[in-house]
Nanobody, 123 residues
Framework: QVQLVESGGGSVQAGGSLRLSCAAT????????MGWFRQAPGKVREGVAT???????NYADSVKGRFTISSDNTKNTVFLQMNSLKPEDTAMYYC?????????????????WGQGTQVTVSS
């Protein structure tokens, strides 16, 4: 079955960087149709970055220019490079996939999810 396992979270100071990884198994990985989402305590889950079947990437306005979604198809892994981190980026970060809703910005349209990795940014 499809499994997604995130890693790379941690605690950093504002201005720092982290790279999240999401290893995918159990299906034919293409590097597309992946999404990164985040959820802070007391807030709804929100889209951070997605990639569609054409490889087009989309980013939340709040992370444009700072975050980059990419894939290493030799390792069946999608990454989220996060630079210039801000305290408001603090959240649990999840990767997700669902080929039937490829590139969707809406978290509830994704069927497969990882367990999440915590990112904490201090000021």
């Amino acid at each position: 079955q499809v499994q997604l396992v995130e890693s790379g979270g941690g605690s950093v100071q504002a201005g720092g960087s982290l790279r999240l990884s999401c290893a995918a198994t159990g299906y034919t990985y293409t590097g597309y149709c992946m999404g990164w989402f985040r959820q802070a305590p007391g807030k709804v889950r929100e889209g951070v970055a997605t990639s569609d079947s054409a490889g087009t990437t989309n980013y939340a306005d709040s992370v444009k220019g700072r975050f980059t979604i990419s894939s290493d198809n030799t390792k069946n892994t999608v990454f989220l490079q996060m630079n210039s981190l801000k305290p408001e980026d603090t959240a649990m970060y999840y990767c997700a996939t669902d080929p039937s809703n490829c590139g969707s910005w809406y978290w509830h349209e994704y069927k497969y999810w990882g367990q999440g990795t915590q990112v904490t940014v201090s000021s």
